[in-house]
């Protein structure tokens, strides 16, 4: 028997905005019928992708997109391998939460009931994020309020790219409402913050948008962290998807060398950045960095220290997919792969403790 998995960043899809006018206020619904949606930047979902969704081949339905289809979704992934819980994180949110602040919730209260209804109540394997209008952190705080009793939404959803970096006040709220409900806020690959994408300009090529992510994810570390948001919230959990992490170790040495020289800039840091980094923050293995030296890549386990910190992801349906039998580095020693396919996660998400693996599925 393979161990029981827990996947914890997969991608359903809209095929079209007008899927989500049955969820939708009339004054709203008019609006996605007459206007749809707008972006904050001029490039949308990135105009230099390679393919459209940035998906899998073989993850297109017949006359549908990859992501839209849950018995496809069934085929491919939860069939396939001894999944006992996937955590949906619905790609749309990358563009919905960012309209103007009473059309994205909306938007995201829409989207977050189509989830519900059209996807994880029709499979006891899928579980939910609850995507929420960034631009407002009340409105945000108030969908997260909403949505985070229900047993099958286990966390809330932001973009990576926001219009102020997310350790400011103006998010707040939300991380309130997040540690009222127990929730941990995952923070995903994406968005439209209406800001330059890299530290110098826009780039030309898809390979600089996804080689240079990280980037980004440096940024929400730091913020989060100086800014003193886990001395106002000490129960906060923040998940970064889909941003790798073999830089997480020299900028925590960074931020460590930093705050020994400034740290009376900061005094309600008592701790050294790492502390909090290691306490505070998980991370997907999606897209795993490996050197080409297999040895090295156990070196950086090593010096990141957070075994515990890591959930496995397959970032199905996208084109850099890890398959859930292959994407552990062979450096990793059974029980960690163990903890990492589905372990950590359950010990996260306490909504998860009951999943299993259904009976007669893969194993």
């Not at 396939?80 to 790609?91: G, Q, S, T, V």
């Not at 949110?93 to 919730?105: N, R």
């Not at 009931?113 to 407002?136: S, Y």
């Not at 050197?291 to 996208?318: C, E, N, R, V």
Request: hydrophobic share 40%.
């Amino acid at each position: 028997m393979r161990n029981e998995i827990v996947d914890s960043d997969v991608h359903n899809t809209l095929a079209t905005n007008d899927l989500l006018l049955p969820y939708l206020p009339e004054r709203w619904a008019r609006e996605v019928e007459r206007y749809g949606l707008r972006r904050l930047d001029s490039i949308g979902f990135f105009a230099t992708r390679p393919r459209r969704f940035a998906a899998r081949t073989d993850a297109w339905p017949a006359g549908g997109v990859p992501g839209g289809d849950i018995d496809l979704l069934r085929e491919q992934l939860l069939d396939r391998y001894p999944i006992a819980a996937a955590i949906l994180n619905p790609i749309n949110q990358t563009t919905i939460g960012a309209q103007q602040p009473l059309f994205s919730e909306a938007l995201c209260r829409a989207l977050n009931d189509f989830t519900l209804a059209e996807w994880i109540e029709r499979d006891e394997r899928l579980f939910g994020a609850i995507c929420v209008p960034m631009a407002d952190a009340g409105l945000a705080a108030a969908e997260a309020r909403r949505l985070g009793s229900h047993p099958r939404m286990v966390q809330v959803l932001l973009n990576v790219r926001s219009r102020e970096p997310l350790g400011t006040r103006r998010y707040w709220p939300l991380y309130e409402a997040a540690v009222e409900h127990g929730l941990p806020v995952a923070v995903h690959v994406g968005g439209h913050g209406g800001n330059l994408i890299t530290g110098a300009g826009w780039p030309s090529y898809y390979f600089e948008d996804h080689a240079g992510y990280p980037q980004s994810f440096q940024s929400q570390m730091i913020s989060l962290v100086f800014e003193g948001v886990f001395e106002r919230y000490p129960d906060l959990k923040i998940v970064l998807q889909e941003g790798g992490f073999a830089w997480m170790a020299w900028l925590m040495w960074r931020m460590d060398s930093a705050w020994e020289r400034f740290r009376d800039e900061v005094p309600h840091l008592e701790r050294a950045p790492s502390e909090i980094v290691r306490e505070h923050f998980w991370f997907t293995t999606q897209p795993i960095e490996e050197p080409q030296k297999p040895h090295q890549f156990g070196q950086m386990w090593d010096d990141l220290a957070m075994p515990d910190k890591a959930l496995f992801a397959s970032d199905y349906p996208h084109w850099d997919f890890d398959d859930p039998d292959r994407a552990l580095p062979s450096a990793l020693d059974a029980e960690t792969k163990a903890v990492v396919l589905g372990g950590n996660a359950r010990a996260l998400y306490p909504k998860l403790a009951g999943a299993r693996v259904p009976e007669g599925a893969a194993g």
